[in-house]
């Protein structure tokens, strides 16, 4: 059964080194763990219209963290790179940012 492009594609990863990638036509997102490279090229060209040349995914593992004596982690999460090809338009949700 396929995923809907909305559970694939969680949220922007807003940083100063995503933003510098803006320039080059990487865009970075954060994406369900369990989505391989070709479900996320479909769904970030699904929900924004553009063409996708690759996809380059990461596992971010959680950090630790303390409250007073209270050791918790926070979640593991996956990040996925798009980089767009040459003649395709840019993602409008990022144009105001950079």
Not at 47 to 63: D, H, P, R, S, Y
């Amino acid at each position: 059964m396929s995923k809907a492009a909305q559970d694939i594609i969680l949220k922007p990863v807003i940083t100063e080194k995503s933003m510098d990638d803006l320039q080059t036509g990487k865009y970075t997102f954060k994406v369900a763990t369990d989505a391989n490279k070709s479900e996320i090229k479909k769904a970030v060209e699904q929900l924004f219209g553009v063409k996708v040349a690759k996809v380059n995914t990461m596992n971010c593992n959680g950090k630790e963290k303390r409250v007073g004596r209270y050791i918790g982690k926070t979640s593991d999460w996956k990040k996925a790179i798009i980089t767009l090809t040459e003649d395709s338009k840019t993602i409008e949700f990022f144009e105001g940012m950079v």
